[in-house]
């Protein structure tokens, strides 16, 4: 079993940057593949990022690549999302998820664990 709870949205300014932190409970955390995932209003969530649980390997949604980092300390348990160069299409609330094995995906489906989420608020 992994809780997840993630911090460190919030509002910024477009072109600004955050760092959103996704902690999660658990002593097999570093076996878990870890992703983000974002819900803005009146859509559907979408994937955004995906980390392998080694942190070697990252996969990321053409409409951050470039400009979101997501990565991982497994001594904390901790997987992060830098977010660069935001842009109110970014706007959304923003949550982790954690799913056993190796495979990178981007279906939310295979992912078993799931936060609460952060809202990001990107204004013009």
């Known amino acids: 079993q992994v809780q997840l709870v993630e911090s460190g949205g919030g509002l910024v300014q477009a072109g600004g940057s955050l760092r959103l932190s996704c902690a999660a409970s658990?002593?097999?955390?570093?076996?878990?593949?870890m992703g983000w995932f974002r819900q803005a209003p009146g859509k559907e969530r979408e994937f955004v990022a995906v980390?392998?649980?080694?942190?070697?390997?990252?996969y990321y949604a053409d409409s951050v690549k470039g400009r979101f980092t997501i990565s991982r300390d497994n001594a904390k348990n901790t997987v992060y999302l830098q977010m660069n160069s935001l842009k109110p299409e970014d706007t959304a609330v923003y949550y982790c998820?954690?799913?056993?094995?190796?495979?990178?995906?981007?279906?939310?489906?295979?992912?078993?664990?799931w936060g609460q989420g952060t809202q990001v608020t990107v204004s013009s």
């Open positions: 658990g002593r097999t955390f570093s076996s878990y593949a």
């Open positions: 980390i392998r649980w080694s942190g070697d390997s990252t």
């Open positions: 998820a954690a799913r056993r094995g190796l495979v990178l995906t981007t279906t939310q489906g295979d992912y078993a664990y």
